[in-house]
């Protein structure tokens, strides 16, 4: 089991930034790749990004060059920071563990951003 606690959603102007974390506890040895979904009304769960144990990361091209996750191994943390935020980047943003010989999915509660134009 693997448990995830998101934080760092709100409100911000387009144009502006922010940073999400998502801090793991629990079976994290298991953890072979961790990474972030939105959702924004009506529309299906998007993968924003992930970060695989070994590093490699991968970003959708809705966020290349304006998103980057990253993590930090000490903390059993993974971050996305966001930049240049837009209107269209308004969901919630869940956090994710891909966990076990089976990449079983682990989920955080979702935390809300919200990008006003």
């Known amino acids: 089991q693997v448990q995830l606690v998101e934080s760092g959603g709100g409100l911000v102007q387009a144009g502006g930034s922010l940073r999400l974390s998502c801090a793991a506890s629990?079976?994290?040895?298991?953890?072979?790749?961790m990474g972030w979904y939105r959702q924004a009304p009506g529309k299906q769960r998007e993968l924003v990004a992930t970060i695989t144990s070994g590093g490699t990361t991968n970003h959708a091209d809705s966020v290349k060059g304006r998103f980057t996750i990253s993590r930090d191994n000490a903390k059993n943390t993974v971050y996305l920071q966001m930049n240049s935020l837009k209107p269209e980047d308004t969901a919630v943003y869940y956090c994710?563990?891909?966990?076990?010989?089976?990449?079983?999915?682990?989920w955080g509660q979702g935390t809300q951003v919200t990008v006003s134009s």
């Open positions: 994710y563990a891909a966990v076990g010989p089976y990449n079983i999915h682990y």
């Open positions: 629990g079976s994290i040895f298991n953890i072979n790749a």
